[in-house]
């Protein structure tokens, strides 16, 4: 079954959205669904998106104050009392400040917790380094017990929020703050652990993660004008890992490219090395954060610094393609 | 349960220190002056205060006990062991592999405890995020949410981000246990990092606090039934203690804090807590 993508992808018409926001209505949407949802926020938030649930059950809500440890640790607590806490902050203070309290409490404890980190990656821009979290995937997908989502859209980032509330298991889903484009439609499909290919290919195969999945599609269609037929896999579940997926179109492209907004040390980048290399080692090159951090900027600008623009991602990769072998089995 | 009279959880405390002393030296290593100094608060817990149904550890109307300095688990799992959780032959597979009783608590390894804890200064908040539930969206008035925590975490920022949580909510049904015996791992709490004046702080977050002989049963049986009657903030009671307590050459004596006795410390320690230095007597406790 193909992946239905948004017609006006690449036109003037193409709808843009922060995938914060889709987190926001897939939440209040959740919490209408199930009563045992609840939700905790430390200082921020309608910045987090909070505010729709809050408005919808304030009974339900819970203020926590600047103060991500007890953020996480009080959520253990309303999980052992049988409900199921989303917890929003900044990715950069949670889980980058509590990331110990996740580990023991919620991770080992294995309670229900979800850890929602917002304005993660480079899209976070102006307020530099301190606040563009990049180390979350690394952090989070080491843990066991513990799912990690970075949805490609708005659209998605409301499907998976949906769907780890009710997957009974420690989850973290990483957000970003800015409008991204909408590249997904109501009915394209999203289930935790599942990877879709977006567009098929022969020549190389380019792996994405969260809001970089849109700049691998426009990096398809400049390699294509340059006689480079690019697969497009969608990775929203860093972890557990789609591993049929990702290796039947490894196997049928034989080079892969990685991208995320996030350090490729740990990463995502990482997670697809480390599963090619044990099960049909290939060459991989990894696109995003390298061993740096950000910096104060609009996005855009941020984005062609560090490379990851879909044009610059054409150019590595075609680069790239002419000095490295297909791997054939 | 049925609840024990005083003199019967004072045996209970004793029976729970001498379970301390032969899991330890079984296990080889381990803590043993903190669980000794709670072994008269976790008898008073499990065979009068808290609401509990060993065979039905997850019996929806139980109180719930969080232990958040986890490595004082010895007293746990003994007083669990005599409240019949499970077979005291059990207490003997403390930190061994395959065991249900880890080096510090999970949860999930064994029935009865309601979290996993170890790393400091994480409890207090767990059962704020409990009592907040019960008080506020499950709207449930008779369940009470204990939690002990020793002294040396309260370095812990995360206790003070709990203190002000639960002191804002005014969260009644919380009520907190510091086992305040003064001592940590590097030294005295007043010279590894000052408590005091640790009764005015927790007033200062908006809490009740009571001061009381952690040894005393009756003392910890009233304090605990004066923070359920309180209804307008959280309690905490700080227990002094002595850590060590029943065995004459631990007490007081911080080295003893990460330690288990050998064989002939623990022949010595036996021998100790089944006379009591004359203290208390098993003729005297009535049974």
Redesign the interface.
Known sequence: MSYPLNPALFTGDMQLDPTRAGFGRGLKAAGEANESI?ALCADLTESTQMHLFKAAFP??F?E??V?E??LV???????????I?FTSSYAAFSPGRNW??IR??VS???QPVKIVGSHAGIYTGKDGATHQMLEDIALMRVLPNMVVVAPGDSIEAEKATRAIAENGLPSYIRLAREKTPVFSLDESPFEIGKAYVLKDGTDVSLMGTGTMTYQLLLAAKILAEHGINAEVVHVPTIKPLDEETILASAQRNGRVVTAEEAQVIGGFGSAITELLSEKLPMPVKRIGMQDRFGESGDPKDLFKAFGLTGEQIAEQVAEWTKTTHRYHQ | MDKLTVPQIQQKANDIREDIITMLEHAGSGHSAGPLGLADIFAALYFNILNLDPKNPEWEDRDILMLSNGHTNPVQYAAMAEAGFFDKDELMTLRQYGSRLQGHPERERLPGLETTSGPLGSGLSQAAGYAYTLQYMDDIKDRFVYVVMGDGELNEGNIWEAAMFAGKYKLSQLIGIIDRNNIQIDGNTEDVMPLEDLKGKWEAFGWHVIEIDGHNIESIIDATSQGRAITNRPTMIIAHTIPGKGVEFMEYDYKWHGMAPNSDQAKIALEKLRTLDGKITHEGAGL
């Not at chain 1, 640790?73 to 409900?83: C, E, L, Q, Y």
């Open positions: 609840v009974k339900r819970v926590v104050g103060a440890q007890n640790t009080v959520a253990s607590g309303m999980a052992r009392a049988g409900k806490p110990e309290q023991t409490t080992l404890n294995n």
